[in-house]
């Protein structure tokens, strides 16, 4: 069936309004007509090819709630006119060992992310949320317990949220832990909010000088901007995790210096560029560690889907009809967003 979207025909193109087509739900497909989608980096990065390899048209969104409209014969999870969410994914095996585990998006066989994956529904590719309606395998659904005026604000827990979540957990977060979260945009702001939720001690590093009482405001106990090299000596050897949600290349050393020995230094931002070489002895000699950590599996989505409704955590957003997405776009990139886009995707119907 036909769909309203907005997408691009080309890396060097601005977003208009587009039509597509999606499939007719299949027995395990939940259809869903999309209320809101946030607007991640990522989103940014991929229409603009910054990652190389985008597939044109481009529709880009990945943190997207709805309502089920129609469901297939064989869904058992899901019924018409539920509110539903879907992330950064919509396929994966099933069957590799990171599937079986619920680490889909370390799928051995490559998950099908929501956009930009190829698939064989037309064009070729999948497209994402920023467009009226989207089917989806149940499997990849997400249950959302927040109230209805809560939705906006819980679709950047979709991806923002989750991609913070995950290594959060993963280096057991918690009270006694000293947290440093590195970025204060989409993803740092809600970093923050849930290192804070779990117990543990968060300072936030930010370079914009304006965001300190508002990354006060989200619940860290320190703000530091980490362009003043006397603020983040003063913090050195410190911190149990620092997660580094940074969009842009900038140097890893100011960072893995304030880690204790052990101390891990987890990177989510994945920018066009890349970071300069980190200096291997401050790695050695304290035996610091560098990790990575990719969005979220499935069901630790709707653990932390669950945790949010239950402790009243959402993002801070700024609602936007899709009009005006070009210019969001650049103002993520001036780190002036507080602290994500959502569109509503009534705007699409105009
Ligand atoms: P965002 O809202 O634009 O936030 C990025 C923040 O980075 C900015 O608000 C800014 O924070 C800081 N920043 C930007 N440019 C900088 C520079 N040149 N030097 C230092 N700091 C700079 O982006 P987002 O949606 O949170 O995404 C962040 C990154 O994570 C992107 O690269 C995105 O693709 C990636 N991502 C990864 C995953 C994953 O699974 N690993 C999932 C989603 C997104 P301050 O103003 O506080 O300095
Ligand atoms: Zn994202």
Same mark, same amino acid.
Do not use: W
């Given at each position: 069936m036909t769909t309203k979207a907005w997408g691009a025909h080309s890396a060097r193109e601005l977003l208009g309004p587009l039509d597509i087509s999606r499939r007719e739900p299949g027995p395990h497909d939940v259809q869903i007509d999309i209320d809101w989608c946030g607007v991640c980096h990522s989103d940014l990065h991929t229409v603009r090819s910054e990652w190389s390899g985008t597939r044109y048209p481009c529709i880009p969104g990945h943190e997207i709630i709805g309502r089920v409209t129609a469901v297939g014969g064989a869904v058992t999870g899901f019924a018409v006119g539920d509110t539903v969410g879907v992330g950064c994914m919509v396929d994966s095996c099933q069957s590799c060992s990171a599937c079986e585990e619920g680490l889909e998006q370390y799928c051995e066989n490559g998950f099908s992310g929501t956009y930009n994956s190829p698939v064989s529904d037309a064009p070729g590719h999948t497209l994402g949320g920023y467009s009226k309606r989207i089917v989806v395998d149940e499997k990849f659904i997400l249950r959302i317990s927040h109230p209805a005026g809560q939705l906006a604000a819980a679709a950047p827990l979709l991806c923002a949220g989750i991609t913070t979540w995950s290594p959060l957990r993963h280096w057991g977060v918690g009270p006694g832990k000293k947290v440093g979260i590195a970025g204060v945009g989409g993803l740092g702001h809600m970093?923050?909010?849930? $290192?804070?939720?779990?117990?543990?001690?968060?300072? $936030?590093?930010?370079?914009?000088?304006?965001?300190?009482?508002?990354?006060?405001?989200?619940? $860290?106990?320190?703000?530091?901007?980490?362009? %003043?090299?006397?603020?983040?000596? $003063?913090?050195?050897?410190?911190?149990?995790?620092?997660?580094?949600?940074?969009?842009?290349?900038? %140097?890893?050393?100011?960072?893995?210096?304030?880690?204790?020995?052990?101390?891990?230094?987890?990177?989510?931002?994945? &920018?066009?560029?890349?970071? &300069?070489?980190?200096?291997?002895?401050?790695?050695?000699?304290?035996?610091?560690?560098?990790?990575?950590?990719?969005?979220?599996?499935?069901?630790?989505?709707?653990?932390?889907?669950?945790?949010?409704?239950?402790?009243?955590?959402?993002?801070?957003?700024?609602?936007? &009809?899709?009009?005006?997405?070009?210019e969001a776009y650049e103002r993520m990139l001036r780190s002036d967003v507080r602290y994500r886009f959502v569109i509503d995707l009534s705007s699409l119907e105009g």
């Open positions: 970093g923050i909010r849930l $290192a804070k939720a779990l117990g543990a001690e968060v300072v $936030a590093f930010t370079t914009s000088e304006n965001k300190r009482e508002d990354a006060r405001a989200l619940g $860290a106990d320190e703000v530091v901007v980490s362009r %003043n090299p006397e603020e983040m000596k $003063a913090y050195r050897s410190s911190f149990d995790l620092i997660l580094d949600t940074v969009s842009a290349s900038h %140097n890893l050393d100011d960072f893995v210096s304030l880690l204790k020995r052990d101390g891990t230094l987890a990177l989510v931002g994945v &920018p066009e560029h890349p970071h &300069p070489s980190p200096n291997v002895g401050q790695i050695v000699f304290s035996r610091r560690a560098i990790a990575g950590s990719l969005i979220g599996g499935i069901r630790e989505t709707q653990e932390m889907l669950d945790f949010c409704a239950e402790h009243g955590i959402v993002s801070d957003v700024e609602v936007i &009809p899709i009009q005006q997405i070009n």
